[in-house]
């Protein structure tokens, strides 16, 4: 509803003669027709240079109208949306805008913003559903200064069109995003092909600052307390090993959302046999690095980042006593953990069965200690209860432990205890044989989700008002 002056308000407005006998002062006729004085003057001086002009108000349309797009324009955002699809590229609006950006001709001759890209996209249907993602301004970044001073190194096996497996190793640099070896060979993940891969990029580049891997026996052997053929060819090229703590992935997060360009890239240009592989990998290192934007660089590629940056590279070999004490410290941590288990006691098997330490007469099988977490199925089992876990556990082998007094999964890798709770073991919510791991009394986890450790403070609350008045219920 417009809130403008009528046209009879406004010729009051510019009849009124404040100098005429008895007349009303310009305050007691501004209050009379409810305007104020500032009103008052502008409607008296629109009426000095416009005359009638003011006896209606002025367009409120922009003067620079929001700019309409044909369907040439959609048409055209379109077919680049659609073709860097069918190469394998990135597609959204940043990759379809910058594409655009680059060609001679568009319709109209000037090529839409990003925003505007994304809305007319969205208004024809072109867009791909997906479910509601984290807000960016959530995440802390972890991103190195200078290039150079680390990259990052991690593999995935990936399945040729006639069927054979092979492995991709994808090597870029952390501060420009900058893919500086990336390479495909037959074998499965092994040292010698880690190392052929490094050596390569070194080679052409020099030596990074550090390189951070995952702790595959293929890349980083540190924590596991002992020094691989990786490690020493780094050392002596100056380059300090580091990895990722277990469990972790996002810590090389980089290269993990790497390997999903890259994969798109490949699915939709399949190769065939290892040489079409490596020609392919070679194409989408050339684009990755000098024609795909990365948001992550302010929309610049790799390519100038990594000239424009200043270079940090190793200058000198780093002594093998260094790796040893590193390794000694991570053999020291795990013998330390190994040893608070307090394995004495007794274990169960998945069948029930309960096998004293001292039954020498008992032949014991891999599932009396070891268990299977599955993607499927997040639970741990304990006297025909069935205790559920986050989904970061799942997809995992772990060391079941029971004594007298707890219940411990252990990572059979480090040794660490990623979850445990007292016995006897006293729940909330319990139903039927299913208990959720946060309705555990004194429940220990390492890696919880945050749904996880907000159900736990709920319970942990039930749990004070409740000790007092019923100190042995829900006791199992």
């Known amino acids: 509803m417009s809130n403008a002056l009528s046209p009879r308000v406004r010729a009051m407005i510019i009849n009124f003669d404040p100098s005429q006998p008895d007349s009303l002062s310009v305050a007691e006729f501004c209050k009379s027709v409810k305007i104020s004085r500032s009103v008052f003057y502008k409607i008296r001086g629109r009426a000095r240079s416009e005359s009638t002009a003011a006896l209606h108000p002025r367009s409120r349309a922009p003067k620079q109208p929001a700019r309409r797009y044909g369907p040439a324009v959609v048409n055209e955002l379109v077919r680049i949306r659609k073709q860097l699809k069918a190469d394998g590229w990135d597609y959204g609006p940043r990759s379809i805008y910058y594409e655009a950006a680059l060609g001679e001709v ?7 913003s990003v925003a505007t890209i994304a809305r007319l996209l969205a208004a024809v249907g072109q867009v791909d559903a997906s479910p509601r993602k984290r807000p960016r301004s959530s995440y802390i ?3 190195r ?7 990052q190194l991690d593999a995935f096996e990936y399945a040729l069109a006639g069927g054979q497996v092979v492995t991709i190793y994808q090597l870029l640099d952390d501060a420009t995003r900058y893919d500086v070896g990336s390479d495909a060979f037959e074998r499965n993940e092994n040292s010698a092909d880690a190392r052929r891969v490094l050596e ?4 052409e580049y020099g030596a990074p600052l550090e390189l951070l891997s995952d702790n595959s026996s293929a890349f980083n052997q540190l924590r596991q307390g002992r020094i691989g053929s990786v490690e020493i060819f780094l050392a002596a090229r100056g380059t300090m090993p580091i990895s990722g703590i277990p469990g972790k992935p996002t810590t090389q997060g980089k290269n993990e959302r790497s390997h999903q360009t890259l994969l798109r890239f490949l699915d ?10 490596r020609a392919r990998i070679a194409t989408f290192r050339d684009h990755y690095n000098n024609r795909r934007p990365h948001q992550s660089l302010n929309d610049a590629t790799p390519r100038p980042a990594w000239d424009l940056l200043e270079h940090t590279p190793a200058t000198e070999p780093i002594p093998l006593v260094v790796l040893e004490a590193k390794a000694s410290e991570y053999l020291q941590v795990r013998r330390a953990r190994q040893g608070d288990l307090h394995r004495a006691g007794l274990t169960v098997t998945k069948t029930g069965q309960i096998i004293a330490d001292d039954a020498s007469d008992v032949e014991r099988t891999s599932d009396q200690s070891i268990v299977e977490v599955t993607r499927d199925n997040r639970q741990v089992y304990y006297q025909g209860l069935h205790v559920s876990l986050p989904a970061s556990y799942g997809g995992r082998d772990y060391f079941r432990t029971i004594t007298d007094t707890e219940f411990m999964l252990t990572d059979p890798g480090t040794g660490e205890i990623v979850f445990s709770f007292p016995l006897p073991l006293v729940a909330l919510n319990v139903r039927g044989r299913y208990v959720a791991s946060y309705a555990v009394r004194g429940v220990q986890m390492s890696w919880p989700s945050k749904y996880w450790e907000r159900k736990l403070d709920e319970h942990a609350e039930h749990f ?3 000790e007092d008045d019923h100190p042995d219920l829900f006791r199992r």
């Open 464 to 466: 004070r008002q409740r």
């Open 141 to 143: 970044p972890f991103v």
């Open 145 to 151: 200064a200078t290039a150079m001073a680390l990259w």
């Open 106 to 112: 568009f319709p109209g001759g000037a090529v839409p």
């Open 268 to 277: 939709a240009n399949r190769p065939a046999t290892l040489q079409q592989l």
């Open 200 to 203: 390569r990029a070194i080679d």
